[in-house]
């Protein structure tokens, strides 16, 4: 640990006020620069890939290239947008909150049979975002690059589109309300997109070889963390979180945004909404209407109409409480450590691109981990619920430097795993520093003698 009491106080100083006293020492900022080249490297290196991989175009575009025996290769076609009238060519056609959009299942068909290279039924585009000002932490913009790097690295290593927002679409809809206006015209922009995953800026991908099970999700709509018990038998407010969720492409989404938005500022039934959320989740200690309640209501209230469409995934960590969640990755780094001293494949170095194999062999050895609480699976998302490390402006139940060392220790426990295939790694989750990996890492156990 190389954390010392002086740097304690002053992280905590930065966390706490949002003008800090003595920028040039602290170590943050001068790590701050060689952070922010790391990142533009990785983002050329994204941009890079894509502009190799724009495809040749394809005379069919429905030809396949058969490259094995079990799996055929669709390229999407970058280049090939057909004369033919789409959704995309009616004036009607909106991609504001307040445009009503119909038939929109049978639009997004005929856009997609107009474009056949996009076929691929579980493509998901990741959503995130902040807002349009700097952070009034100082160094509130810099966790927010930090924590979208952790979001381009994991649709980097498993082909997701990812798209940033930082605009505020609708002037009503603030803060929390300001997301769904950017999923509808996420919607519009990418009708080749099955799944659209909002994750927001506080939340970050702590198992990078995870990959959601989006077969379990064949007949539903809508995905968030929750507990059906909590919501129906409780009527408590954080009976599911509202930071992270999964939503189909499709018109029942839309109609569930427009119910689910009625509630939200722009509305004029919004301080009528307040009182009604209240007076059912007697745990909401705050009286405006928010989204996260209101999606608790469609639940439990306006159950008939919504909830056979909506998972409520408590199996694992698709969206986890950080404050149960940091203690582990110690505990999990050595877990993991003990399987790949004794499992050369997963020692091997490899290509980042092809990454995801990886993840399949260890998942062999991941067997008796479990998910989610109390178990040394590394948890899919950790969420800083509460530390809010734009603003500075913590929840009290906590102290800044649980949320900053959390926070902290989160971003290099993930970095690790990306950085691996670079070659380095952070030793120290409290150090932003990096080592470089000497081969075959870590060393495995010495064979017992005969
Ligand atoms: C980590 O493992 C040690 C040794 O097995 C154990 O004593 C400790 O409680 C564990 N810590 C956590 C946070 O689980």
């Known amino acids: 640990m190389v954390t010392t009491e002086l740097s304690h106080s002053h992280y905590s100083s930065i966390m706490a006020k949002p003008t800090l006293k003595n920028k040039s020492s602290s170590p ?25 991989t724009i495809p040749i175009p394809n005379e069919n575009p429905t030809l396949k290239s058969q490259q094995n025996n079990a799996v055929s290769y669709s390229t999407p076609d970058l280049l090939f947008d057909p004369p033919d009238q789409t959704f995309y060519d009616d004036p009607e056609m909106g991609y504001n909150m307040d445009d009503n959009v119909r038939n929109w299942d049978e639009k997004r068909d005929e856009w997609l049979k107009l474009h056949p290279s996009f076929s691929d039924k579980e493509r998901v ?195 986890g409480y950080w404050e149960e969640i940091v203690g582990t990755f110690e505990n999990i780094s050595r877990k993991y450590n003990e399987i790949e001293k004794g499992v050369r494949r997963l020692r091997r170095r490899h290509a980042e691109k092809v990454s995801e194999g990886y993840g399949v062999v260890r998942e062999e050895f991941l067997k008796e981990a479990g998910y989610g609480k109390g178990s040394w699976r590394k948890p899919f998302v950790t969420h800083f619920t509460g530390c809010q490390p734009c603003s500075g402006k913590y929840n009290e139940m906590y102290t800044a430097e649980a949320c900053w060392n959390g926070m902290r220790s989160a971003l290099n426990f993930a970095d690790n795993q990306v950085m691996r295939r670079y070659g380095f790694v952070h030793p120290d989750l409290e150090d932003n520093g990096v080592s470089s990996l000497p081969f075959d890492y870590p060393k495995p156990k010495p064979k017992p003698k005969q």
């Open 125 to 319: 585009l990741m959503l995130t975002g902040s807002q349009p000002s700097p952070c009034k932490n100082p160094i509130g913009d810099h966790m927010l690059l930090r924590f979208f790097k952790n979001k381009v690295d994991y649709c980097r290593i498993h082909g997701y589109d990812i798209f940033y927002n930082n605009a505020l679409l609708h002037p009503k809809m603030f803060a929390y309300w300001a997301k769904y206006p950017v999923v509808k015209a996420a919607m519009m922009a990418h009708p080749e997109a099955e799944w659209i995953w909002w994750v927001d800026s506080d939340a970050l991908f702590t198992d990078m070889e995870f990959k959601l099970p989006l077969q379990r999700y064949k007949n539903h709509n809508l995905v968030v963390h929750g507990w059906p018990h909590l919501i129906h038998e409780k009527r408590s407010w954080t009976g599911l979180n509202a930071g992270v969720f999964l939503i189909r492409n499709c018109q029942w989404s839309l109609d569930l945004m427009d119910a689910w938005a009625g509630m939200g500022p722009q509305s004029p039934e919004y301080e009528k909404w307040g009182k009604t959320l209240r007076s059912i989740f007697k745990d909401k200690f705050f009286p405006e209407s928010d989204d996260q309640t209101g999606l608790a209501y469609l639940i439990a209230i306006e159950k008939e109409k919504w909830a056979d469409r909506i998972y409520l995934e408590g199996e694992y960590y698709f969206e």
């Open 28 to 52: 943050w900022f001068s790590d701050g620069f060689l952070f922010l080249g790391g990142a533009l490297s990785a983002l050329l290196l994204v941009w890079g890939f894509s502009t190799l």
